[in-house]
C-alpha cells in the first residue's frame, strides 16, 4: 500500500512514481507517464487529484488501485470531476464511504420503490440501476467500518455533524 503522503513524494520528481511501481514488481508500469499522472489522476488542464491510499493488487495483472475514504458527502460537482478523471485514466477505483456517500455514487430508492441513479452511472462507471456484486469494474463501492473504536467514533462524529 502507497499513502497519499508516498503518492505525493512520488509523484514530486518525474519518473519517481514508476521507480516506486518497478520496485513493487507492478508489471506493465507506463515507462511514459507524466509527472502526477501515474498514481494521481490529472482533473482538468491545471489540477490533480490526489487518491487517499493506493493498493498494488498481488497478480500478474494487477495495477494500483487507487482507495477514496470518504465520511461526508462532496457538493455532486466535485465528485463528477473525481470520477471523470478516473474513468479518463481507466484507472480502478474503490471508495470506502459512509451511507450518505454510497447513496450519493450507487443511487438509492426513492419513497414509491423507484430507484434513482448516483453520480457514478453518469461516467458509465456503474450500470444503472440498483447496485449489483461486480457489476462495476472499474469502480467498487463500500461502506466504510472500523475495526479502531477511535476512528469508528471520529466517523461517527463527523456523520452526526454533516447536513
Known amino acids: 500500500m502507497i499513502s497519499e503522503r508516498e503518492v505525493h513524494v512520488a509523484e514530486a520528481v518525474p519518473g519517481r512514481a514508476v521507480e516506486l511501481l518497478d520496485a513493487l514488481r ?14 494521481a ?6 489540477s490533480v487529484h490526489w487518491p487517499d491510499l493506493v493498493v498494488v493488487e498481488p497478480t500478474p495483472r494487477g495495477f494500483p488501485i487507487a482507495v477514496e475514504v470518504e465520511l461526508t458527502a462532496k457538493p455532486p460537482a466535485a465528485i463528477r470531476n473525481i470520477l471523470r478523471a ?21 443511487g438509492s430508492p426513492e419513497p414509491d420503490g423507484r430507484w434513482t441513479d448516483g453520480i457514478a452511472q453518469e461516467p458509465g462507471l456503474l450500470p444503472p440501476g440498483e447496485p449489483r456484486p461486480g457489476a462495476g469494474r472499474r ?3 463500500q461502506p466504510f467500518t472500523s475495526a479502531d473504536p477511535a476512528v469508528a ?6 456523520l452526526t455533524r454533516s447536513p
Not at 507492478?26 to 498514481?39: G, I, K
Not at 467514533?153 to 463527523?158: H, N
Request: proline share 8%; net charge positive.
Open 26 to 39: 507492478v508489471p506493465r508500469v507506463p515507462t511514459d507517464a507524466r509527472r502526477q499522472e501515474t498514481l
Open 41 to 46: 489522476v490529472p482533473v482538468g488542464a491545471h
Open 86 to 106: 478516473y474513468r479518463q485514466s481507466q484507472r480502478r477505483v474503490l471508495y470506502m464511504a459512509t451511507e450518505p456517500v454510497v447513496r450519493q455514487l450507487q
Open 139 to 141: 469502480l467498487g463501492v
Open 153 to 158: 467514533r471520529r466517523a461517527s462524529a463527523t
